[in-house]
Every structure is written in structure tokens, then in C-alpha cells.
């Protein structure tokens, strides 16, 4: 399983584009990279997923470079709203016997 | 997304007694079956795997006897706490997967329990 490693936390103001990196060296060639965002006593939420150069949604991008060995998770305009703590995962979920571990996640925090 | 279910989303028991946590997967049938554990502050901690039909796998450090799991449909798995202590007192998400080819996991809303 692949390791992630992040910073532990970010602090913005609203209206900034925030990036978070996440490192994972070890990526296997199958390996997807999915970002999640938590509230406080909230299931994680699906926000983007990628496996390699850039990927784009309503609320995110994420960048991957060649050796995928990290990944940018890219906030555009930030709001208060989007302070939580967001997890960089790395792992197939197509094959048989995976399973998903959290790394320590970042806490971004977004000031008014 | 997929959509999720947990019930109750909280509860507060005494000391020594069970409580059962229920996840349905309410738009997919759920093949596999996830269940975490988040205390303050910490992410979360994967304790079990289970197969739909068959015995959950469990984490090292993870008490099987004491976190039942129970995966006998493809839409619903319950996850019971024997004979609960204060120290269990956490967050317990639950995340069903059903079709592989998706490569994305979903989570449900979550169950704070707290021990009394």
C-alpha cells in the first residue's frame, strides 16, 4: 500500500486559491489518487480523483505530474465553508483484496 | 455519489452494554464492506473488511469478539460493540463498495457513540 504523506495543516483567507500536496513515492502502476474533504462528525466526502496529468470538477483540480509520485489538490477561491481536514488517498480499487488507509490528513483552515 | 446510510448517527450507552450500528448502501449493492473508527482529532483507522457472505477480515489490534460484523446482504452490514468500556467511545464510519470498476470508495455519514 502506498504511503501518503501531507502537510498537517494550511492556513488561508477567503477568496485564495489553495493547494495542497500530497507525497506518495510508492504509488504502484495501478494506483489511482482520490482526494476526500471532512467535516467535524462527517463521513469523508468525495471530491476528485486522478491518475495522471490534471483532473477538473465543479469544485476541484488536481494536478499529477509524469512519475505521479504526488499530487496537487487545487481550491480555487476558497470560503470559510471549506475549512476541514482533506485526505490524499492512493490505492486500486479494482483489484481483489484492497483496502483504504487514511494518512493524518490536512487541516486547512480558512480565515475571513 | 453513492448514497450511504448509518443509523443512529449517535449514541450514548452505559458501560457493559451492546450497541449495533447499522450502514446500508441504498443506491448500489455493496460487495465489500469497510468499517473505520475515528477518535478526536485522528483520522480514521481502518478496523475490518468483510465479503458480503462471509467472515470480516479484521485489523491487527482490532478485538473481533468484541466489534461484530455482520455483512449478510448486499445493501446492509452491522457492526456491533459488545460489552462497550468508555474507551470506545469514537466515531465509527462505515464504507460500502460494490462495483469495482468505479475506483472510487464512498463513506457513510458516520456513528458517534459515547460510553458512559
Known amino acids: 500500500l502506498a504511503k501518503t504523506t501531507q502537510p498537517i495543516s494550511m492556513d488561508s483567507y477567503e477568496g485564495q486559491e489553495v493547494n495542497i500536496t500530497c507525497s506518495h513515492n510508492?504509488?504502484?502502476?495501478?494506483?489511482?489518487i482520490t482526494w476526500y474533504q471532512q467535516f467535524p462528525s462527517q463521513g469523508p466526502r468525495f471530491i476528485i480523483q486522478g491518475y495522471k496529468t490534471k483532473v477538473t470538477n465543479e469544485v476541484a483540480s488536481l494536478f499529477i505530474p509524469a512519475d505521479r509520485k504526488s499530487s496537487t489538490l487545487s481550491l480555487p477561491r476558497v470560503s470559510l465553508s471549506d475549512t476541514a481536514v482533506y485526505y490524499c488517498?492512493?490505492?486500486?480499487?479494482?483489484?481483489?483484496?484492497?483496502?483504504?488507509?487514511f494518512g493524518a490528513g490536512t487541516r486547512l483552515f480558512v480565515k475571513a | 455519489g453513492a448514497v450511504v446510510s448509518q443509523h443512529p448517527s449517535w449514541v450514548i450507552c452505559k458501560s457493559g452494554t451492546s450497541v449495533k450500528i447499522e450502514c446500508r448502501s441504498l443506491d448500489f449493492q455493496a460487495t465489500t464492506m469497510f468499517w473505520y473508527r475515528q477518535f478526536p482529532k485522528q483520522s480514521l483507522m481502518l478496523m475490518a473488511t468483510?465479503?458480503?457472505?462471509?467472515?470480516?477480515?479484521?485489523e491487527q489490534g482490532v478485538e473481533k469478539d468484541k466489534f461484530l460484523i455482520n455483512h449478510a446482504s448486499l445493501t446492509l452490514s452491522t457492526l456491533t460493540v459488545t460489552s462497550a468500556h468508555p474507551e470506545d467511545s469514537s466515531f465509527y464510519i462505515c464504507?460500502?463498495?460494490?462495483?469495482?470498476?468505479?475506483?472510487?470508495?464512498?463513506f457513510g455519514p458516520g456513528t458517534r457513540l459515547t460510553v458512559l
Open positions: 510508492n504509488i504502484a502502476t495501478n494506483d489511482y
Open positions: 488517498l492512493v490505492g486500486d480499487f479494482r483489484g481483489g483484496g484492497f483496502k483504504t488507509i
Open positions: 464504507s460500502p463498495v460494490g462495483d469495482m470498476s468505479t475506483d472510487t470508495q464512498y
Open positions: 468483510s465479503n458480503e457472505g462471509s467472515k470480516a477480515t479484521y
